[in-house]
């Protein structure tokens, strides 16, 4: 039984550039969420996506985007990088109607210079 | 708005020791109430949850109490060991369960002395 995957573990760039994180969910689940960890925080909800639609949305600026697939995946693009960016990006699992008891993946550390 | 506070911000107890972390929330619709356990450089990891139909949930040394009328829940970890040394995340649904939305506490770091 898969569990929740994410890539690449770790990535730099420099502020204006654009970024592309990617997600697998748990095998059976159907919703992912993306939260953004800054260091020594709790996660932050940006959004989350069911049925290849963002069905809730966080307060985060349009700069960040998302994607799903058919196959359940997601990717995460942030647009025009701060140095705020910068933090570890976890997505959760969870299955469409009990979509509030979520699994995280490891994550991707994002550094932004 | 939303809102999730969570106290103590660290604590320290001695092995073998009982430790109870407090949160308090503010969306009265809020009907699912999970705790996160993060190691160092690890995944946030589901430790035990509770929902508003019941009071307390327990599993083997860790337990969950819940007050829907003061808006308030807690961790409790009895007989800790040095293993269970992490910061520790509570959390509650914007609204009412199934909207996805996790808003999280502040985190607790939690450190067992051997």
């Known amino acids: 039984d898969a569990g929740v995957t994410q890539s690449p573990t770790h990535l730099i760039k420099t502020r204006g550039q654009q970024v592309t994180l990617r997600c697998s969910p748990k095998?059976?689940?159907?919703?992912v969420s993306w939260y953004q960890q800054a260091l020594g925080q709790g996660p932050q909800f940006i959004f989350q996506?069911?049925?290849?639609?963002?069905?809730q949305r966080g307060n985060f600026p349009d700069r960040f985007s998302g994607h799903q697939f058919p196959n359940y995946s997601s990717e995460l693009n942030v647009n025009a990088l701060l140095l705020g960016d910068s933090a570890l990006y976890l997505c959760?699992?969870?299955?469409?109607?009990?979509?509030?008891?979520?699994?995280f993946g490891p994550g991707t550390r994002l550094t932004v210079l | 708005g939303e809102n999730v506070e969570q106290h103590p911000s660290t604590l320290s107890v001695q092995e073998g020791d009982s430790a109870v972390i407090k949160c308090t929330y503010s969306?009265?619709?809020?009907?699912?109430f999970p705790w996160y356990k993060q190691e160092l450089g690890k995944r946030p990891q589901l430790i035990i949850d509770?929902?508003?139909?019941?009071g307390e949930k327990k599993d083997q040394r860790i337990a969950v109490t819940l007050n829907k009328t003061a808006k308030h829940f807690s961790l409790h970890i009895t007989e800790t060991q040095p293993e269970d040394s992490a910061v520790y995340f509570c959390?509650?649904?914007?609204?009412?369960?199934?909207?996805?939305?996790?808003?999280f506490g502040q985190g607790t770091t939690l450190q067992v002395k051997p």
């Open positions: 959760a699992s969870s299955l469409g109607d009990s979509s509030d008891t979520q699994y």
């Open positions: 095998s059976g689940h159907d919703t």
């Open positions: 996506y069911y049925e290849e639609e963002e069905r």
């Open positions: 969306d009265s619709a809020s009907n699912y």
């Open positions: 509770i929902r508003s139909n019941v």
């Open positions: 959390a509650a649904p914007h609204g009412s369960s199934n909207t996805g939305k996790l808003i």
